[in-house]
């Protein structure tokens, strides 16, 4: 089951990454959603680092830290799909 989170959550965040970047995102729906995991991860220990992790209530630190190194994530990870795969698919 906590695959399962971990997939549905990289996927929001992935989403949501991408629509606060300017422009047009290249990176298929697939690689989004493992950069929006990986983005989740990265924030998890961001927010443990400062030690926000654990508060009572909702972690709106933690969650801020999650968007925050997912859109990195998104956003670097676009450009490298797009200077290395995405430039064999501009020229077909």
């Given amino acids: ?8 959550v990289g996927f929001v965040l992935g989403l949501i990454a991408k629509a606060i970047i300017p422009g047009k995102q290249h990176s298929p729906l697939w690689l989004t959603t493992i950069f929006g995991m990986l ?12 030690g926000v992790d654990a508060t009572s209530g909702i972690d709106w630190s933690r969650h ?8 990195v994530i998104v956003l670097v ?4 799909y797009m200077a290395t795969l995405g430039r064999n698919k501009q020229r077909t």
């Fill in 39 to 50: 983005g989740a991860i990265a924030g998890n220990a961001l927010a443990r680092a400062f």
């Fill in 64 to 71: 801020a830290f999650q968007l925050i190194a997912a859109v």
């Fill in 1 to 8: 089951m906590g695959w399962l989170w971990a997939i549905i």
């Fill in 77 to 80: 990870g676009d450009m490298l």
